[in-house]
Every structure is written in structure tokens, then in C-alpha cells.
């Protein structure tokens, strides 16, 4: 598989000659191999591809959470320059969430049910950043009405299973938003949503990207060439 982008900055991501390994009952084989692809600031890259050929072990990998039976055989995964492959899983921690982070397809399993939803993007808030219970949580809120979550300080009080589907996928939209990273990944974030839900998700997803575009762009401490690019 290959992907081609033209733009002349770094990529903030490069993915070189990947190949992932199942371990079966009968050897291991090759899940994925010679994936290469790179994505930079702004941009958003589709992957698309029959059933099973290998679009959300990719996924995974770019997070480091392949399941158990599977791993990287070889190839390279580079986060802003730097080697995921051969970080500390401390390191890959601190990456997740801050610089990539995942949209999962079912929210239900992706959250935690006995978390309150502001609770929940709030301690994602404070696993990154400095801050008081009291600041992670209007954070949380702040995303939530980012995402276009109705009545969004009610919404934060409340557990997964007391949301409509739409509203949870955009719960998970924010835990991804919350500590703005340069990557998102979205392993098809709509699927279980009927098709005006679907349209205004991704609509939603390309609305955020642009906001968080412009917030970098204007902000003094940042550079203006790392707005986050989603992957679907
Ligand atoms: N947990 C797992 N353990 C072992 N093999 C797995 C596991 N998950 C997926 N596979 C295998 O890895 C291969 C790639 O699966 P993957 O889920 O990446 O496909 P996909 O392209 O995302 O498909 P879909 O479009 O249906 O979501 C398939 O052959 C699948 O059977
Ligand atoms: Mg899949």
C-alpha cells in the first residue's frame, strides 16, 4: 500500500516499508506489508480497502496497540522525526493522546462505562497537562461544546450509556480533541450511526481540523505548521 502527498514540510507523520505479523494457530503471517505513507501538517489521508486487508491493524500500530497476536515485523513509524518503534512504552504514553491520537469505531467500548463523560476527557486532560481538577474539567466541557455536543455542561455529568449514539461518537471526538494532537486517526468513526449522523460527524471532524488549524496558526507559542491531520 502506498500513499502520496505533495507539500514540502515534514511530515508530522512517516510510516516506511511497515509490515504487521499475526501470530496464528498455524505460524505467523503477514497482516500488512510494504505500507508506506506520510501525512503532514493539515492534511488528512484516507485509507480505504477491502474487508480484512489490514486498514485498522494500521491503526493500532500507529498507536502501538496492536493486539496481542499481532506486531511490527519491520518498518518504520516516525512521530514529528522521532522513532515510536523504539520508544519506552513511558515515552508512547506521553505521545498518545498529546501528539497522536484515535477516534475508535464504537464508543461504547472505546469509553468507560462507570466514568462520567467530563470526567473522563478531564483526566485525559491531566494526564498531559499541568493543571487543576477544576481547569481539566471546563476543558472538558469546552471540547465537548467543541464537538457540537448539546447542552454540553449537562452532557459532561453524564455516563456513556445515558447518550445517543451521535452524542457518544461525539464524546469520543473530544477525548480524542482534549489535549489537541497533531495526528488524529479515525478507524471509521461512523459506521454504526444512521446516514445524517454519519454526514454530520465527518462534517464535524473537518470543522475541528480547520478550528484547530486557525487556534495554532493564531497562537504565539505555536507554530502555525502543526495543525492536526485526521486519517480515516
Ligand atoms: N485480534 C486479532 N487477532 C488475530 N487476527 C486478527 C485480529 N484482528 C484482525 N485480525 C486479522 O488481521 C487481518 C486484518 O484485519 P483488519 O481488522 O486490519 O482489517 P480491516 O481492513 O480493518 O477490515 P474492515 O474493513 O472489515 O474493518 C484480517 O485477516 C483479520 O482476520
Ligand atoms: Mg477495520
Known sequence: MNAIVQNDQAPVLQVTDLEIEINGGQGSFAVVSEMNLHVRAGETLCIVGESGCGKSMT????LRLLPDAAKVASGKILIDGQDFMAMSERQVEDYRGEKIAMIFQEPL???NPVLRIGEQIAEA???HRKCSRKEAYAKAVETLQL??????ERRAGQFPHELSGGMRQRAMIALAL???PKIIIA???TTALDVTIQAQILGLISTCKSVSARRKSSSPTTSASSPRSPIG
Open 109 to 111: 467500548t472505546a469509553l
Open 187 to 189: 478507524d471509521e468513526p
Open 147 to 152: 464537538v457540537q455536543m448539546p447542552d454540553p
Open 125 to 127: 486532560v491531566r494526564q
Open 178 to 180: 482534549a489535549c489537541d
Open 59 to 62: 491503526a493500532l500500530a500507529l
